[in-house]
């Protein structure tokens, strides 16, 4: 069965940093992976992706302060994000790239003072 697990959001003050982690479970972890966030009202978004060969990509938005990680021995993808904004409150989900499997519950990220 195939399920995602992410974990590591939380309440945070403008400015400062999380780091969010994904594991993954039923899949061979080789797939490329995004980080994605649903702020309300908002559809879902591409935040950061990682290759198998650990080519990354950000979006404007967040380039310069994210950076995507993974670990493949541990199936687990993740996003350490620095210098958040208010903008960034979101809750944040992983999956491959483009996405193609089940959603799992995301963790939510509140940026606020």
């Known amino acids: 069965q195939v399920q995602l697990v992410e974990s590591g959001g939380g309440l945070v003050q403008p400015g400062g940093s999380l780091r969010l982690s994904c594991a993954a479970s039923g899949i061979t972890f080789s797939f490329n992976m995004g980080w994605y966030r649903q702020a309300p009202g908002k559809l879902r978004e591409l935040v950061a992706r990682?290759?198998?060969?650990?080519?990354?990509n950000y979006a404007d938005s967040v380039k310069g302060r994210f950076t995507i990680s993974r670990d493949n021995t541990k199936s687990t993808v993740y996003l350490q994000m620095n210098s958040l904004k208010p903008e960034d409150t979101a809750v944040y989900y992983c999956?491959?790239?483009?996405?193609?499997?089940?959603w799992g519950q995301g963790t939510q990220v509140t940026v606020s003072s």
């Open positions: 999956n491959t790239y483009p996405n193609s499997l089940p």
């Open positions: 990682i290759t198998s060969g650990l080519s990354t």
